[in-house]
């Protein structure tokens, strides 16, 4: 009876951290994705001048920001697997 209660408040604290490195997580994304997509404007709009050149730079922005998103959401579901 006591291993079942240790058991049970152990796994409710690692589903209560991961719940708190959720919402971290979620909302560091969100800041950095917002922040990086003004920066892209401000760049890529703004400073480049030529067409192509803007296409690439927009490009390369997005891979950026899609790339931290997919490590993002990896390292939780790695997480919650533990």
Same mark, same amino acid.
């Given at each position: 009876?006591?291993? +079942?209660?240790?058991?049970t408040?152990?796994? &409710?604290g @690692?589903?209560?951290?991961? =719940?708190? %490195?959720?919402?971290?997580?979620?909302?560091?994304l969100?800041?950095? +994705?917002h922040?990086?997509?003004?920066d892209? &404007?401000? @760049?890529?709009?703004?400073? =480049?001048? %030529?067409q192509?050149?803007?296409?690439?730079?927009?490009?390369?922005f997005?891979?950026?920001?899609?790339?931290?998103?997919?490590?993002?959401?990896?390292?939780?579901?790695?997480?919650?697997?533990?």
């Amino acid at each position: 009876m006591r291993k +079942l209660t240790l058991a049970t408040t152990y796994a &409710v604290g @690692l589903y209560i951290h991961f =719940l708190i %490195n959720l919402i971290v997580a979620i909302y560091l994304l969100f800041v950095i +994705l917002h922040a990086t997509q003004n920066d892209t &404007v401000a @760049l890529c709009q703004n400073v =480049l001048t %030529n067409q192509q050149a803007k296409d690439q730079c927009h490009s390369i922005f997005d891979s950026i920001r899609g790339l931290y998103a997919g490590t993002t959401f990896f390292i939780l579901i790695v997480e919650l697997c533990e």
